[in-house]
């Protein structure tokens, strides 16, 4: 027994290495399956846990809520709600700060420290210095992200325009924080390090300060096992409203908290979409392979039987075959899945400041990639290792029975009759075996697929990125006030240095209800004039405000599961908190976040307050821009300021560096796919027409003529797949489109026809290469042997 | 190269000479030593001719006729086919050579599964100069009636019979057949030369002929024997037996 094995072990190491080109391209296919399960459950697994142990071991609250200002008694009422297990207040206020270098200045919010030493929610991580001595007034602790932006050590000072006083605040510390893991800038896509950061100091600095002494205007909740967030948070803003609370939220609205979870939320859709692909495609190959090695070793086969081998060992000799495969090809899978999430796990850690951000897969993950490739490969394989076990000795010495062809419909009709003889092989060869040329086609039209879907992505982030900043955004700043204005503010801010043009905005933070549904979210109130911030139809072309009702996002509707017409209530979250209830008479198509809408006088009036803003937008002469911006750090009303060429170029930066990675990654894995499944039709169809296609070349048909036949099929599986990828392609980018809706954000689906051609030019090249490597061979044809040989 | 020109004058045809071989000689290296295959072959080869090489397994015959069929290249020696050195050739040129001038048949049929027998015949048709039509090929050796007909759909008599007629069908000026009959029974066995023999009677092919079977030997003009790598014999048969009557 040991001995016949070490035999058929031998066998399969040799045959193993025979075919050790197509061994490799399956192997491959099954790595790309392998690494983007482990890439994407590893990552997934690695954020989960960090982001869980980080919460739990610095206390990341579960409720938050700001407000004008509150007095401290006010936290004893928070802390006996039901459910409730810790509140904490504090002191948090925009700032515009000026750094030394930076032309335009700066954004932080700076955060209040807790009084006490015990530990506290939203408690700071320390990376280096130290926290600010007790009563100090100017020290502070700075973000990580922001003093690596800046090169910031403890010791070094900048500027900030705090209350109307501009001070300069020195550095002794730089820390972390789970509430900001991601760190984003009001109305920035991506982060901006340079330009936006979180900084901390003494809460009597900051009471002093904003003269909220006694008092805080932002608190943090945690709840207790029992506490429910929905009804906390009603109780909350019950308890906040007589203090300009602004609504509490929840976690799901907190936005580090939702982009770390729209970003793991990628990372599941990924482990669930693409694994499948490159399995599938592994099995079909497999299957491929071990039916055509059936074939070849028929004989030998049928003679194993006759020596006494069993069905079993017989059909464990071929099994070990697929598993060997399987085996490397899970080996190439973990490995690369591990080195790949290493570089996204980097890339994460970029984007998202953790301060131990353990890239830990669990044994479980790369189980899991091993185990769905091997059951991809096994139901592969299934039907030709049956098979195998099935033959009976005395049939598999018989050579198999030619194979039998027949005239196809396709040639009955005028064009069969113009087609030349190794045309006519092409087509039958094809026709002959439909569904290994069908699941052919299938596999090479994934891999066109997979780049069409790629692709697809950049083709929406350019048409978000030309929509919100070329067509919705046509501002060039906006700067936020501190309080509401009157509009007169407007006015003013045209007598400022290099400004064009000037429009006053009002926002409110509201929650709308419809039916059983509510949703917080802000409603700017526009003047019909203004034309710096435009709202876009479903069509992106522009529409006006409505006079009468409330224009919302399609999102929001989605959101409220109301349509025009429907009617909304708004509850407002600021001053008299009036609650009305309007007709919706407009939806805006809108990919970035959500929002409502109307005029502002129609907001004023409901407000009931005079004609105010809270936002000027502007226009402005790009060449003296660096006028403006020293005029800026000097107006004491501002909180916030969006400049939209820097946010604009911060978004380009850090999106296109990701994307170009990933593009790189998936044209590596849809070339992958186009290989193995080119390169492995390629050469079976080599081996079974080796001796149709020596015989030709003995007839006197050159090696071009015969590379046409072998090449010619391949071209024209390829072809029939050109399409295939597109449809696919189209269908799963709908499919993502799909995934990717959340309230954060949209991508318009629009695939540019380039975007084929590239898939398409990628597939091709794939194709060709590997056509080539194979159809090279046709050279190598042993003229010789086949007038002696039998098939 | 100058194609040759049919005549039935065999009279002229002897004195004019298809293949030459001067010295040929072909080793093969392998690991457990040198093979000769052929070990410096004189030999000449008439025009319209038919000549049937006998001699045992490893006698060196079918690397002969590989090497006159331009598939195989000689260590040594030289052959000429009409007034062209072959030995000259590069890869290219013998493809041409053999697309023009030579027609092979082989033991095992080779036809192409996936075409019919008509399309067998136009597969080299289509790359001639002044073919025959393919039914008129068909026709020829008999196969008239099963144009239409797959391979699968063929016994083994009538696959090579479709065989002789995809190589004579570009009307070649030598026909190498390697053991014709090998894989066959007698009866139609007698059936695959008897087409042979017609193509050779109506087109003026030179004819070339492997066998281990002496018996076909009667229908030839010639008889070349091998053994060890050499011709250890040539006889010129003055009455040739019709291949109808031919009997193993």
Known sequence: ?791 | MAVASESSDKSHIQTEIAFRTIGLTKVYETEAGAVHALRGVDIELFKGETTVMLGPSGSGKSTFLNILGGLDRPTAGQVYFQDSELTNFDDAFLTQYRRRHVGFVFQFYNLIPSLTARENVELVTEISERPLSAAAALELVGMGHRVDHFPAELSGGEQQRVAVARAVAKRPDVLLCDEPTGALDSKTGVSVLEAIEQVNRELGTTTVLITHNAGIAAMADRVVSFADGRIADVQINKQKIPAGTLKW
């Open chain 1, 1 to 791: 027994m040991v001995n016949r094995l070490k035999s058929l072990n031998r066998k399969l190491v040799r045959d193993l290495w025979h075919i050790r080109g197509q061994v490799l391209a399956i192997a491959f296919v099954i790595g790309c399956g392998v690494a983007t399960v482990v890439l994407s459950l590893g990552t997934l697994n690695s954020l989960q846990e960090t982001r869980d142990a980080y919460y739990e071991r610095y206390h990341f609250a579960d409720i938050f809520a700001h407000m004008k200002r509150a007095p401290r008694s006010l936290l004893g009422d928070l802390s006996k709600i039901s459910g409730v297990r810790r509140v904490e207040g504090r002191i948090v206020h925009g700032v515009i700060i000026d750094i030394d270098g930076m032309v335009e200045p700066a954004r932080a919010q700076a955060v209040s420290l807790p009084q006490t030493t015990v530990s506290n929610l939203n408690g700071i991580v320390i990376r280096v210095g130290r926290l600010p001595v007790s009563g100090s007034t100017d020290e502070i602790v700075v973000h990580e992200a922001f003093a690596e932006a800046h090169n910031f050590t403890p010791g070094d000072a900048f500027w900030a325009n705090m209350n109307g006083r501009r001070r300069m605040l020195r550095i002794v510390g730089i820390a972390l924080s789970p509430e900001h893991i991601y760190v984003l800038g009001p109305g920035d896509l991506v982060p901006d390090n340079r330009r936006f950061g979180i900084f901390w100091m003494n809460h009597s600095a900051l009471e002093a300060i904003y003269d909220l002494k006694g008092g805080f205007n932002d608190v943090s909740l945690t709840l207790s096992r029992d506490g429910r967030v929905q009804e906390v948070i009603a109780e909350v803003d019950r308890l906040i409203d007589p203090y300009g609370g602004i609504g509490a939220i929840g976690r799901e609205d907190q936005l580090s908290y939702a982009f770390l979870k729209s970003e793991m939320d990628q990372q599941e859709t990924m482990a669930k979409v693409f694994p499948p692909i490159f399995l599938a495609v592994a099995a079909f190959l497999l299957n491929l392979v071990i039916a055509r090695l059936v074939e070849t070793e028929r004989q030998q086969i049928g003679l194993l039987k006759a020596f006494g081998y069993s069905d079993f060992e017989v059909g464990a000799h071929y099994f070990k075959f697929v598993a060997v495969i399987t085996a490397i090809g899970i080996i190439i899978g973990w490995a690369g899945g591990a080195w790949l999430g290493r570089g996204m796990t980097e890339m994460y850690a970029e984007l998202f400041r953790f301060p131990f951000l353990y890239y830990l897969i669990e044994p479980k993950v790369f189980i899991y990639g091993a185990v769905v490739s091997i059951f991809a490969a096994s139901l592969g394989t299934f039907t030709a290792v049956r098979r195998i076990v099935k033959l009976a000795p005395a049939v598999a010495m018989v050579p198999p029975p030619p194979t039998t062809y027949k005239v196809n419909a396709l040639e009955r009709t005028g064009f069969g009759r113009t087609m030349s003889q190794p045309a006519r092989m092409i087509v039958r060869h094809i026709i002959r075996w439909p569904m290994r040329s069908a699941l052919t086609v299938i596999g090479i039209s994934f891999s066109g697929a997979l780049l069409v879907v790629t692709l697809f992505f950049l083709n929406a982030l350019d048409e978000m990125t030309e929509i919100f900043y070329f067509d919705r955004e046509r501002q060039d700043i906006v700067i936020t006030l501190t309080d509401i204005h009157s509009d007169t503010a407007v006015k003013e801010a045209t007598y400022l240095p290099s400004v064009m043009r000037a429009e006053g905005m009002r926002h409110v933070p509201v929650r709308l209800t419809s039916g059983t549904r509510s949703e917080r979210t802000v409603i700017a109130g526009i003047d019909p004039e203004n034309n710096l911030s435009r709202l876009l139809d479903i069509n992106h072309k522009k529409i006006d405000v409505p006079e009468q009702g409330l224009m919302v996002s399609d999102k929001l509707a989605d959101m409220l599961g109301a349509t025009l017409g429907d009617m909304v209530r708004i509850d407002v979250l600021e001053g008299r908190r009036p609650i009305v209830t309007v007709p919706i008479t407009k939806i805006s198509r809108q990919y970035v976040g959500i929002g409502a809408y109307m005029t502002r006088s129609a907001l004023n009036k409901l407000l009931k307050e005079g004609p105010v803003i809270s936002s000027i937008y502007l226009q402005v002469d790009s060449a003296r821009e660096a006028e403006l911006f020293t005029a800026l750090k000097k107006v004491p009303a501002l909180v916030g300021l969006m400049i939209k060429r820097v946010s604009l170029e911060s978004f380009y930066t850090t999106v296109r560096e990701y994307m170009d990675t990933m593009i790189i990654v998936y044209i590596g894995f849809a070339s992958v796919i186009a290989i193995g499944v080119i390169y492995n039709a390629a050469r079976i169809s080599l081996s079974e027409r080796g001796r149709e296609l020596a015989s030709l070349r003995v007839l006197g048909f050159t090696r071009q003529e015969v590379a046409f036949i072998l090449a010619g099929e391949l071209a024209v599986l390829t072809w029939l797949a050109l399409p295939l990828s597109g449809f696919f392609g189209y269908h799963l980018g709908s499919l993502m489109v799909d995934m990717f809706d959340t309230e954060l954000f949209r991508l318009p689906f629009i695939i540019y026809p380039s975007t084929y051609g590239y898939a398409a030019l990628v597939v091709l090249v794939a194709a060709a290469g590997s056509a080539w490597v194979v159809v090279r061979r046709v050279s190598n044809l042993d003229l010789v042997a086949v007038l002696k040989t039998r098939e």
